[in-house]
């Protein structure tokens, strides 16, 4: 059985900066962007967002209910 | 083609969006970057809707940083003033034993001003789970110092470190719910790394599972990261959450009786129909011979009249302005009894405050009144300057010579005590003083068919207000009717 593949998604505006993502992410896909968001934050972006595997570390440690979301691809 | 499941997404519990939020931010709640109440709020709706609770939950948000938490949980939600959430939650759960109550405290809230209440709550084992935020400050307030705040810990209010030697150490509110015998399951837990908020969230997932189940009280502290307060970053705060705060406050499971504790069956709700509550509250009137619908149409009352009834405890002034609002509210009036006594249960000054009304009460409060009733010369000289220019004093003579008041007043004297005493119960002295209040009405306010049935309503109102001691009933009818006669031979 192949590995589930995922992805995350950052919702921008929902950010609020505060970064306890980045240390949480075991493949180190998170780090802080460069556009301030409409509260004023500096967000943080994943830029390789389908190298996720989905473990949920950084939605958990994330304050925002909908700040990040992950995603299972059913292929 | 492949589609796409959320796994880890905005949970289905949180209102979306947060139309109650004031302002344009409606996706985040208002908390501070990096908070842990966030994450713990995730938590817990997590865990709500794992186990299916959504629809029966009770969340009751504190005072402190968690004041809007009904903002955000899409479920029953009551705010609740500042450490009373276990009180409230106390009364929720036994009110509505079908509904799962949440009480959601800060350390502020639960281990210092609610700590009675939080306490004593445990010790019963009410149901409800406790989710109590250590962050180690006030936070809402701007990081003042908490039962919680470390040794040496520097906050707003301990600018030199917390001193234990003046301020104690920190409270160890696990701890000390552990040598209670009642609570089901304790648990401490830290918002911090990975690993520790997967237990964390096993925790919160366990208190959900039981008061599901209805077992009782269950804990769970988290030990939360408050950077904005603590003046650090979220990996600072972590770490010191991690290093620090650990230290005093251990983590781990204190106590897990879940499994040995069985599943609580709802217990049966008490009466809430209103009609039943009216019911117990006020039993049918016997012997009135009129309906419901009985409304006297004198016009006295179409004015708001305020009255305050003042004796010395013991006298039965209370009773006395009790039957007074009985008295119109069994004419279908609106009237509110706000009353005020002493410490001591004799003796000592008691006085009440009265308002009848066709018109909405705005409030119970009495600062002016159009009638005074003074059993005691105290009474009369703590309350006349309460009695309005045209108002109208009644006072006992056996209390105090004939009082001087202003030329628009009018001023009645009555011996009720002697009354009483002839009818051979002195306690039924203020039937004899709602007596002569009904002769004077009948004299100059009412036409006399009114007078003629606020008679009638007096003594209903004093058969109402002794229902439950008959014997007393004719003694007091008695009095009254005495001492209406007296005061009507009196204004002839
Ligand atoms: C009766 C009363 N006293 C004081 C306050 C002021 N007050 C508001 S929040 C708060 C402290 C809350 O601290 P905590 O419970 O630790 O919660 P946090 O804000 O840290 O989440 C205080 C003292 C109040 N609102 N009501
Ligand atoms: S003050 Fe502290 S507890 Fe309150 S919202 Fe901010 S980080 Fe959270």
């Known amino acids: 059985m192949a590995a589930k593949k995922h992805r995350i998604r950052i919702s921008k505006d929902e950010c609020k900066g505060c970064r306890r993502c980045i240390p949480a992410c075991p493949k180190k896909l998170i780090s802080v962007g460069k556009e301030i968001n409409i509260q004023g934050y500096l967000a943080v972006v994943a830029e390789n967002p389908f190298d996720c595997i989905g473990c949920g570390s950084c939605f958990h440690q994330c304050p925002e209910p909908g700040a990040i979301t992950i995603f299972e691809i059913e292929e | ?492």
């Open chain 2, 1 to 492: 083609m492949s589609t796409e499941k959320v796994k880890f997404g905005r949970s289905k519990v949180f209102f979306d969006p947060f139309e109650r939020r004031p302002g344009p931010i409606k996706t985040n709640m208002h908390y501070c970057p990096g908070c842990g109440h966030g994450i713990l709020h995730k938590l817990i709706a997590e865990a709500i809707e794992y186990y299916g609770i959504q629809e029966n939950t009770v969340f009751i948000a504190p005072v402190g940083c968690a004041v809007f938490a009904y903002y955000y949980f899409n479920c029953g939600s009551i705010s609740v003033p500042h450490g009373r959430a276990p009180a409230v939650g106390t009364g929720a759960s036994r009110a509505t034993p079908e509904k799962y109550v949440i009480s959601y405290q800060g350390d502020g809230d639960l281990a210092a001003i609610g700590f009675n209440e939080f306490i004593q709550a445990a010790n019963r084992g009410e149901r409800m789970s406790v989710f109590f935020v250590n962050n180690s400050n006030y936070g809402m307030t701007g990081g003042q110092m908490a039962p919680t705040t470390l040794p040496n810990q520097v906050t707003m209010t301990s600018p030199y470190g917390r001193n234990v030697e003046t301020d104690g150490y920190p409270v160890k509110v696990c701890e000390l719910v552990n040598a209670l015998e009642a609570p089901v399951y304790i648990e401490r837990v830290a918002l911090t790394g990975t690993a520790n908020i997967i237990k964390a969230r096993k925790a919160v997932f366990k208190a959900i599972e039981n008061l599901r189940d209805r077992k009782g009280f269950s804990l769970v502290e988290a030990l939360s990261p408050c950077p904005v307060n603590l003046k650090m970053t979220a990996e600072q705060v972590n770490e010191f959450i991690d290093t620090k705060m650990t230290k005093y406050f251990p983590l781990g499971m204190l106590r897990d009786r879940s499994a040995e504790t069985p599943a609580g069956k709802v217990p049966e709700a008490p009466v809430r129909d209103p009609e039943d509550v009216k019911q117990l509250l006020f039993t049918a009137k016997e012997g009135s011979g009129e309906g419901p619908a009985t409304v006297n149409n004198s016009e006295i009352f179409n004015e708001e009249r305020r009255i305050r009834v003042s004796g010395f405890g013991g006298q039965g002034i209370l009773s006395l302005g009790h039957t007074l609002a009985d008295m119109a509210r069994l004419r279908h009036f609106n009237v509110s009894w706000m009353p005020s006594y002493g410490p001591e249960q004799r003796g000592g000054s008691a006085s009440c405050a009265v308002i009848l009304s066709r018109k909405a009460i705005p409030s119970p409060l009495v600062d002016s009144c159009d009638l005074l009733i003074a059993m005691t010369r105290a009474a009369l000289d703590k309350f006349g300057y309460q009695l309005k220019d045209d108002g109208i004093l009644i006072y006992d003579t056996s209390a105090m010579e004939k009082p001087a008041v202003k030329p628009g007043q009018k001023v009645f004297g009555l011996d009720a005590l002697a009354i009483a005493n002839r009818i051979g119960n002195a306690k039924c002295a203020n039937s004899a003083v709602l007596g002569a209040l009904a002769a004077i009405l009948g004299k100059f306010a009412l036409t006399p068919e009114d007078a003629a049935d606020y008679r009638k309503v007096f003594t209903e109102a004093i058969t109402e207000s002794f229902r439950k001691k008959p014997q007393v009933v004719e003694q007091n009818i008695a009095a009254f009717n005495a001492g209406c006669d007296e005061m009507s031979s009196q204004l002839v």
